[in-house]
């Protein structure tokens, strides 16, 4: 009788243990999820800023071409113009 309530209190304790090691890695589990969740908000966050900034570069490149262009067309029409009436005058 004695080996059995030996080998059933050496059970227990190790069952204690297994749970106590359970919990720690479910401790830890939670705590590694928690910081994946806070790496990719601040990732997410500095991607939209990234993004934002993108945007806000592009739409100051376009207008700055747009200007250009229309600049460069009004050029090329007096330029032809001129030809035309140089021609014309001749």
Known sequence: MAN??????KLEV???SLEQQVSNV???LDMFI????????RQDA???????KHDSDMRE?????????????IT??????AMV???LLK
């Open 14 to 16: 190790k069952v204690i």
């Open 85 to 87: 009436i140089a021609v």
């Open 76 to 81: 090329v029409i007096i330029g032809i113009a």
């Open 34 to 41: 928690d910081e994946s969740r806070a790496a990719r908000e």
């Open 4 to 9: 059995i309530e030996e080998r059933v209190d």
């Open 46 to 52: 500095d991607m939209r800023e990234f993004r934002d």
């Open 26 to 28: 479910t401790t830890k």
């Open 61 to 73: 490149i376009r207008e700055s071409l747009n200007s250009n262009v229309r600049n460069m067309n």
